[in-house]
């Protein structure tokens, strides 16, 4: 399975964009990118995928990398209500291979006010 | 919106009994997973129904049986227990096997003593 690596910790003020990077070299043609994150004692939940294209949605944006092997995600206005850990996962959604979510260590995100 | 319902929220066992762990999917959602989140750490994938069927096996021990069943809810079943089954047990559903999104269920507390 393709791996992510992402780092173990973040700050960021409140209000403040946060840029949290994803490393995924071993990216295959059919993985898309995905991003979840889990808040205290919660779910994990939702909060973008890509595959090539950068792409938005009311919760963050997604940058990703020409060459693919990398990818940002970004929260342009850091509210405490973000503070969770954020995973950056790989999936496919078609043909051959599993569906489900592979989570690995993710990045914990602290925010100050 | 309906969301995930798991039940129940927080269950007590001894070593050795079993326990059952039920999870209502979204309406019209077809696709169940379930998930192993033991203290400090990140979900695990343990299995997945698509359509009735198991889709996908993860790290479940042999002691641990799924199934969904006709109204797409479903159950997992944890026989002899072991102290380190203690853990947060999550299940998503998902509109298909491919669909960009899971949702997560608020989670059972499992505790075994």
């Known amino acids: 399975d393709a791996k992510t690596t992402q780092p173990n910790s973040m700050e960021s003020n409140e209000e403040e964009p946060v840029h949290l990077p994803c490393n995924h070299s071993t990216i295959s043609g059919t993985d898309y990118i995905h991003w979840y994150r889990q808040l205290p004692s919660q779910g994990p939940e939702y909060v973008i995928h890509?595959?090539?294209s950068n792409v938005n949605n009311r919760m963050a944006s997604l940058a990703i990398a020409e060459d693919r092997k990398s990818s940002t995600l970004i929260l342009h206005r850091a509210t405490l209500r973000d503070a969770a850990v954020y995973y950056c996962i790989l999936r496919v959604h078609s043909g051959a291979g599993s569906y489900q979510l592979t989570f690995g260590k993710g990045t914990k995100l602290s925010v100050i006010p | 919106a309906a969301g995930v319902i798991q039940s129940p929220r927080h269950l007590i066992k001894e070593k050795r009994e079993t326990a059952t762990l039920k999870c209502y999917p979204i309406?019209?959602?077809?696709?169940v997973y379930w998930y192993q989140q033991g203290p400090g750490q990140d979900p695990q994938f343990l299995i997945s129904?698509?359509?009735?069927?198991?889709?996908d096996k993860g790290s479940i021990p042999d002691r641990f049986s799924a199934q969904q069943f006709s109204d797409y809810h479903s159950e997992l079943n944890m026989s002899s227990l072991e102290l380190g089954d203690s853990a947060l047990y999550f299940c998503a559903s998902s509109p298909g096997q491919g669909a960009y999104e899971q949702y997560f269920g608020p989670g059972t507390r499992l505790t075994v003593t």
């Open positions: 129904f698509y359509e009735k069927m198991q889709s």
């Open positions: 309406p019209r959602h077809d696709t």
């Open positions: 890509g595959l090539t």
